[in-house]
């Protein structure tokens, strides 16, 4: 498994046409990367999304740890919807690492 350039991300607009997505911020690492080009109507919204992945990913990661560090957090859990909701964390968090889903 690789690990995805760090963040924080931002956004940058080239013509009208594309918004490129990079990092980490300028001052906070000595290399930007070229995470993505992303063109259509669609650009921004998706911008914004890689955008806040990193940060999506980290609260998920918290989550999880949070979870695991207390097995009798969701005793009260009669309906099983906070399992399940950790089981989607669980599942993101793989799909983003390219683990098994």
């Known amino acids: 498994m690789s690990t995805h350039t760090p963040g924080p991300?931002?956004?940058?607009?080239?013509?009208?046409?594309?918004?490129?997505?990079v990092g980490p911020k300028k001052g906070q690492g000595t290399k930007r990367t070229l995470v993505a080009t992303l063109t259509g109507p669609e650009r921004e919204a998706n911008g914004n999304l890689l955008v806040a992945?990193?940060?999506?990913?980290?609260?998920?990661?918290?989550?999880?740890?949070?979870?695991d560090a207390d097995p009798d957090l969701y005793s009260g859990d009669n309906d099983g919807v906070l399992g399940r909701i950790m089981f989607n964390c669980r599942t993101a968090i793989a799909k983003a690492e390219g683990g098994e889903v």
């Open 9 to 21: 991300w931002d956004q940058r607009y080239f013509d009208d046409a594309k918004v490129i997505v």
């Open 53 to 67: 992945a990193p940060d999506l990913l980290e609260a998920l990661g918290q989550m999880v740890r949070y979870n």
